[in-house]
């Protein structure tokens, strides 16, 4: 129990399978409370899909396995009333496209009084006066004004600001942000990304950060997660991360950021590309596009292991502390050609 | 807004003026009237008198032009076969017809759009392929072979219903299920592919990540969204309401206005057909101007366009 106790929600060994091929193979997570934690890796690694399924949010079709447990107490598995519970008022999400998040034919201050009322039991008056401090809260101008508009007739930023706030009327104890960003403006995103900062200083919320973009996740989170094909690669903090990577996808992903300060240098691709579900790689998915492969690769797995200064690493030849460059660039240039 | 509304209602217009126009030529081309009244074996001058009383020796544009005129005086002309007015005599009809279409429609609507909802809800379950394979069934069979079925049923083996006449309550309730029976299909084919398309939305996911209950998430909004679908096939019926149904009526000797408009083309009785024409294009445009209304509100996207 005084492990629940130090940990908001825990995964275990989560699966996800769609149509009988497996794209989640066995997630083991924990977000601690009032942590941020990032979620990083290529488009169809399974970062969103692992947030989906916690909630049980997923379709149908997909056959989901393994632990969910929010405070200690198991959710998969559980009947649909269980998950309601949980999602908006101690979970709540945020999604990629928020112009198409919101309900197009709702006022949009209908749908955040609805979120209220379902969760703190606010109606009337009350429910609209909080609302619009929410409204405040994300910074929408002229919210008392705005509020009976209509999503449409907000921007895309906005329409992002709108979902925060309905997602902050449930006072959850988590938000999972699903790549909050991406469908935004350079200048949009960055202002998304203080605003969440500041509303997890304001109100002390854990943050589960999904996304690729590596810079946005070190702003955010302390800690980040890097998953690939299915699977956790490499876990550690924001700095372990950043001034070591471990595991050379994670070093391939820092490579792969333009720098703004600095010489002027190549940036650095990963060869390939991300595999199919159906068909993964022998052995570490990764290798084939690993400029560090070996045989043993091929051959097996390797396992998350956790190492000395504390990370989590899924490697057999992980990169080394203070590798150069130079020879990466030049075994990738080789792979690539 | 009300310029919207200006736009349309001359559109309209300009759709029941080429109806009537070309009602108008049509009928004049297709067969004389005299010689269908008075049969094959009146002498020249009797089919003569007759053409000159009815104003039929005229140039077609004359015609054409008195028509135009004596329409917009509300004469709608009068039956050569009756001689009465043609606008009372397809008016008399409109009670009877109302009286399967209405409950016919009624019946579309409280099975087809619940059977295509709890379909889409319930994808590639057992009750989804049944609502599919009974949906494509009913708007596939033609009403008339239905409607003979039914009779065969009902009327023949069972004995339990009238096969034909409008004497009782009881006497419409083939011909209304007959009549229904198709439009229950195509409402649930278009129920379950709007609902499937909406369930499928981002909105639908936020709505459940909210923690709102399944029903509430379907009911408030699901439905509302995939209105916009479903209100255009419901227009396309409630504007053919009036039109009744030629062969249903036929079938059932149901005496609405499908019967009229049979009997009185088959007579070349011009007056009647073009009134009917007229009055059912004129329930047709005007129902697509209601869901042309409804749709703005229903979906507050369309409306902003509208304004524009």
Known sequence: MDRASSNLVELRDLKVAFDGVQVLHGIDLNVGRGEALGLVGESGCGKSVTWLAALGLLPGKASVSGSVRLDGQELAGGPREAFEQVRGGRIAMIFQDPSSSLNPVLRIGRQIVEALSLHRGLRGDPARREALRLLDMVGIPDARRRFDLYPHEFSGGQCQRLMIAMALAGEPDLLIADEPTTALDATIQAQILDLMIQLRAETGMATVFISHDLGAVSQVCERICVMYAGRIVEEGTVAQLFSEPRHPYTRGLFDAIPRIDGPRQRLIPIPGTVPNPKHLPEGCSFQPRCFRAVEACRGERPQLATSADGRQLACFRPVQVNEPVEARSRMTEDMLQ | ?308
């Open chain 2, 1 to 308: 807004m009300i310029r919207f509304i200006a736009v349309r209602l001359l559109r309209a217009l300009t759709t029941i003026f080429a109806v009537v126009t070309f009602a108008f030529v049509v009928l004049r081309m297709s067969g004389d009237p005299a010689q269908v009244m008075l049969g094959p074996d009146v002498p020249q001058e009797a089919v003569d008198a007759f053409r000159r009383s009815w104003g039929l020796d005229q140039p077609l544009w004359v015609q054409y032009l008195a028509y135009i005129r004596s329409i917009f005086t509300g004469d709608f002309g009068v039956s050569m076969r009756d001689k009465a007015s043609a606008l009372d005599l397809v008016l008399q009809r409109v009670p009877a017809t109302l009286q399967l279409t209405l409950p016919a429609l009624l019946l579309k609507l409280a099975f087809g759009i619940p059977a295509g909802v709890y379909a889409a809800l319930h994808r590639q379950s057992f009750a989804d392929r049944g609502v599919i394979l009974l949906a494509v069934l009913g708007f596939t069979i033609p009403s008339f072979v239905m409607g003979l079925v039914l009779v065969l049923i009902f009327a023949v083996i069972l004995g339990v219903l009238p096969s034909g006449g409008q004497d009782t309550w009881v006497h419409g309730i083939l011909p209304t299920i007959t009549m229904s029976i198709g439009g229950i299909g195509i409402l649930a084919r278009f129920s379950r592919s709007a609902m499937i398309e909406v369930m499928g939305q981002p909105y639908i996911r936020t709505a459940s990540a909210k923690g709102l209950k399944w029903r509430d998430v379907v009911w408030n909004h699901a439905l509302p969204n995939a209105a916009v679908p479903i209100v255009t096939i419901v227009g396309f019926m409630v504007g053919s309401l009036i039109a009744g149904a030629v062969v249903v009526e036929s079938i059932f000797s149901w005496p609405g206005i499908g019967r009229l408009l049979i009997v009185s083309v088959s007579n070349r009785d011009l007056a009647v057909v073009q009134c009917i024409l007229l009055i059912i294009a004129a329930a047709m445009v005007v129902s697509n101007l209601v869901v042309d209304l409804l749709y703005g509100w229903l979906d507050p996207r369309l409306r902003s366009n509208a304004a524009h």
